[in-house]
């Protein structure tokens, strides 16, 4: 579980085929994750990897195949900037929201411009991801906790102020980046229980 707060830019500084997954090495200097060890989750623009290896200054993580083809991971070569949180510990401070890591699909950053010092973007959802996306609700793109400003059709505006436009890949976003989208985990579960109406309330009931 993530926060949505990417605590800084780290960079790969490996990306090859591992069997029919892919592995990357991920340099992390300068990014304050706290010590890492095996087993540990990192979110890596957005997608829960779990670091297989462990450096002062970098760690591996495999790729599944299936990870790959549903997320930006599988176009990352040596030298992409990678935004990086680690996983929530009990007692820290919950600043964005609930990140899961686990992303919906891939979008497409359809306009960038200055709004004052911050900056403006309208991304557009991958197919189908309409509904979970609303005006005031929260999303995750690239791993980074935003709040939707607006909504037309499969397009959506947020707010980016310079601080974390500093601090995360979304500083150098440009007219057709692809972006990792995670949706709000509350949406996605409501909109799964409007599929079943007939269930409200009878989850606990017992027959006499």
Do not use: W
């Not at 979110?43 to 790729?63: H, I, K, Q, S, W």
């Not at 690239?142 to 601090?167: C, E, K, M, Q, Y």
């Amino acid at each position: 579980m993530f926060s949505g707060i990417v605590k800084g830019v780290g960079k790969v500084l490996e990306a090859h085929a591992a069997g029919s997954d892919r592995r990357l090495v991920i340099g992390t200097a300068g990014v304050p994750l706290g010590p890492l060890e095996p087993g540990a989750s990192v979110a890596v623009n957005g997608v829960c990897l779990t670091a297989t290896e462990c450096a002062p200054d970098r760690f591996a993580a495999d790729v599944s195949a299936a990870t790959a083809a549903v997320t930006t991971l599988g176009a990352l070569g040596a030298g992409a900037a990678v935004n990086l949180e680690p996983s929530l510990r009990v007692g820290d401070p919950l600043d964005g929201h609930l990140v899961l890591g686990h992303v919906d699909g891939v979008g497409r950053v359809a306009a960038v411009r200055r709004a004052g010092a911050s900056l403006a973007l309208e991304i557009e959802l991958p197919p189908g991801l309409e509904p979970f996306v609303a005006v005031k609700g929260s999303i995750a793109v690239d791993g980074v906790s935003l709040t939707v400003n607006a909504v037309d059709g499969r397009r959506f505006a947020v707010n980016v102020i310079p601080h974390t436009a500093a601090v995360t890949v979304i500083g150098t976003y440009t007219h057709g980046t692809a972006v990792n989208i995670e949706v709000d985990l509350i949406a996605r579960y409501l909109a799964r229980l409007r599929e079943f109406p007939e269930s409200h309330g009878h989850a606990n009931h017992r027959p006499d």
